[in-house]
Nanobody, 115 residues
Framework: QVQLVESGGGLVQAGGSLRLSCAASVSLVSADNMGWYRQAPGSQRESVAV???????AYADSVKGRFTISRDNAKNTVYLQMNSLKPEDTAVYYC?????????WGQGTQVTVSS
């Protein structure tokens, strides 16, 4: 059973920064894909930043240059550094891990950006 626990969300003013963390109960090396998604009210869940096993890192166009995904394999933790936040970044942010035997989600952490 894979568990993903997110932390670091909160309320921030536009232009501010937050860093999200996702602690996994299994080794990150076992993942085919690992990353962050978000879902705003009334919208579908969308990919924000994802590592793939092939070494490719993909960012949503709307966050390129502002968000950075990173990982610490020793701590089984993935991070999302979010800078220059905008009100449209307001959403619940979810950590995701895809492995051969399953697709796993964290419980989500709320990020609210005020104008």
């Amino acid at each position: 059973q894979v568990q993903l626990v997110e932390s670091g969300g909160g309320l921030v003013q536009a232009g501010g920064s937050l860093r999200l963390s996702c602690a996994a109960s299994v080794s990150l090396v076992s993942a085919d894909n690992m990353g962050w998604y978000r879902q705003a009210p009334g919208s579908q869940r969308e990919s924000v930043a994802v590592f793939s096993r092939g070494g490719i890192t993909a960012y949503a166009d709307s966050v390129k240059g502002r968000f950075t995904i990173s990982r610490d394999n020793a701590k089984n933790t993935v991070y999302l550094q979010m800078n220059s936040l905008k009100p449209e970044d307001t959403a619940v942010y979810y950590c995701n891990m895809r492995r051969l035997l399953g697709n796993y989600w964290g419980q989500g952490t709320q990020v609210t950006v005020s104008s």
